[in-house]
């Protein structure tokens, strides 16, 4: 009877873990994700200092390890759609792109 357990106890585990193992890769993990978030704000806050923007999250690249974000700043009565990607991986405080998105009308 213990060895029945224990191999269940075991297989509950393997199979738990792959699946968090994928999970994570292919969306990124909740304290990375909030580091970039974090990032993400600190830079806004410093490039607009009036505090003109609102910042959306978009996800998870999981091809680079990035974090994407788009924010909206209203420049001239005009409002413009930024996307940017921090990452890398497991520490996201890099600021890896920060784009103007023309399509945006």
């Known amino acids: 009877m213990n060895f029945k357990k224990g191999l269940s106890l075991a297989l509950a585990l393997i199979i738990t873990a792959t699946i968090l193992f994928f999970y994570v890769s292919f969306n990124g993990n909740f304290a ?40 909206r700043v209203n420049e001239d009565g005009k409002a413009m759609l930024y996307h940017m990607e921090i990452g890398y991986q497991l520490l996201p405080k890099e600021i890896v792109y920060d784009y103007l998105d023309l399509d945006y009308e």
């Open 32 to 71: 990375s994700k909030w580091m970039a978030k974090n990032t993400a704000e600190a830079y806004l806050q410093e490039k607009y200092e009036d505090g003109n923007f609102v910042l959306n999250v978009h996800g998870y690249n999981f091809k680079d390890g990035t974090y994407v974000f788009s924010y």
